[in-house]
């Protein structure tokens, strides 16, 4: 056999040095093709694109009983609901009027509230009463739906206001499987200390109701809320909001709630709770076929981003 001492052909000082040999190149070989496949890695790891993010929804299937008015819910069952994600953020994509300052953009309702009614039913508390931690929203006789018709307005909306140099948040953009609650949409506002926040709506009026109005908060004083500080304001970015929207779009005043395209109300969480100044916006109805034909229609929706971003850039570069 070779490779003994008793074989002629390996002494034993080679026979030594072969061995050492052998067992060096058997601990570095590993080494370098780990080390190799470690750095191969690395540089496929670096030169991977990122993983694309989701688009926004371009539809989604009616809610199949959708809420007579989508602003927010009626009480009904009790507890929380789930969290979800942290909330958007944009940074600036340009420099203009709104340097340095944070708008918050929420979207009214969520695309898969229709699939987890049962923890949006869930009471959440507003301060001067319990409601429904959110509803579905309402929907086209076609099927269009309030949420995809707000995140599609929401995602207009900010990239004007991004170019014009604000930080924009969103309270959710499809990307949580229900809600936000609306007390959360109230507090990510706060938290972020928005400088003005607008909640995107559509109502779901019956069908011989017509046109758009802005709602405000009204003077809340209870629990958790206090809108105080916000009152004053909100009416501010309401009035700017009112008109901007209707240059922008042409829609008319709503013809069956509010009074000139405004109301005041102390029943939205979203808006009891909140700590900086908000309003809401239902930028129509969509149960009338004359509203439904323009929200389904990008043209008029870029013009009502359009209109929701004058009135931001001119509330908030006029000092407020």
Known sequence: MTGTTSDPQYPERPRRARRLGIAVLVCTVPALCAGGWFGWQALADGSRPAAPSAAAPSGTAPAPAPAPSSAEPAPASSGPAAGGPAPSGSAPTGSGPLNGRTVLLDPGHNPGNVKHTTEINKQVDIGNARKECDTTGTATDAGYSEASYTLDVVHRAREILRQRGANVVLTQDGDR??????????????QAKADAAVSVHADGAPSGAHGFHVIMPGKVTAGAADTSAIVDPSHRLGLEL???????????????????????????????????????????????????????????????????????????????
């Open 177 to 190: 499987p229900f809600g936000p609650c609306i007390d959360e949409r109230a507090r990510i506002g706060n």
């Open 242 to 320: 009112r008109d901007a929207f209707k240059r922008a779009t042409g829609q008319p005043y709503a013809d069956y709630i509010g009074k000139d395209g405004l109301d005041t109300r102390t029943d939205l969480g979203g808006l009891n709770l909140s700590r900086v100044p908000k309003v809401f916006i239902e930028c129509g109805n969509m149960r009338n076929a004359a509203d439904a034909e323009h929200m389904t229609d990008p043209q008029w929706r870029q013009k009502a981003a359009e209109g929701i971003a004058e009135a931001v850039t001119a509330f908030l570069a006029g000092g407020s």
